[in-house]
Structure formats: C-alpha cells, structure tokens
C-alpha cells in the first residue's frame, strides 16, 4: 500500500519529488508536517546529502539511523547503489521504482518483516 501511494504522489498533481513521496506516503502514520515535506524538495535529483537517492534519504527520516542500515542494504541489493547518479547509470531502478522501493521497504520494517 505504501509503495502505491508513493509512486502515485512521485511527479503527481502535487509535484512531488522522489524524496517528497517517501515522506508524503508515510505522513499520517509517522505525523509529518507539510512544511517537512516542502523541505525534502531539495532531496530529490540527486542533491540529497553525499548523493545518496532522495527516496532513500527520506526513508532514513522515516526509520531512523539504526533502522536505516538494514534497509539501505536491501535498498541497494535491488538498485545497484545507493547514490542516485550511480543508480540512474545502472539502470536497475527508474526514480519511481527507487521511490516505490524505498517505500516498500520502510513498510516492511515497521510492519516486522525483517
């Protein structure tokens, strides 16, 4: 459910950017203000720190530091990298696979399936 609605949210009506989708697919279950995610704007496109995928830097948001090493590991099982210039060169993910991916994973942890 989490991954629909983050891919439905990536480039929708709203404009959002991949990191922005993560954030907005999570906000009620998590209480993510608006303002936060307007924030995350300059996440996506490869801008978020050291070049990691925006959809992933948003899920870190969502799962926190301790979380985040799991889930970057199958993140970039399934990707190729975890930087997006590197992902976008592999070509195994498209940005809304990696947000659909990033989302899908942040679930399965909260939800206790690994």
């Not at 949210?9 to 303002?35: M, P, R, T, W």
């Amino acid at each position: 459910m989490a991954r629909k609605a983050a891919e439905e949210y990536y480039h929708g009506k709203e404009g959002y950017n991949c990191a922005q989708s993560v954030l907005k697919a999570f906000q009620d279950s998590h209480k993510i203000a608006e303002s936060e995610i307007a924030d995350y704007k300059s996440a996506g496109g490869g801008r978020a720190v050291a070049g990691l995928c925006g959809a992933l830097f948003a899920a870190k948001r969502i799962v926190g530091e301790e979380a985040f090493d799991e889930i970057s590991k199958n993140f970039e099982r399934q990707a190729g990298s975890l930087k997006c210039t590197e992902i976008r060169k592999a070509g195994l993910l498209s940005c809304k696979g990696c947000v659909g991916t990033a989302a899908e994973l942040v679930q399965n942890k909260i939800s206790g399936k690994f």
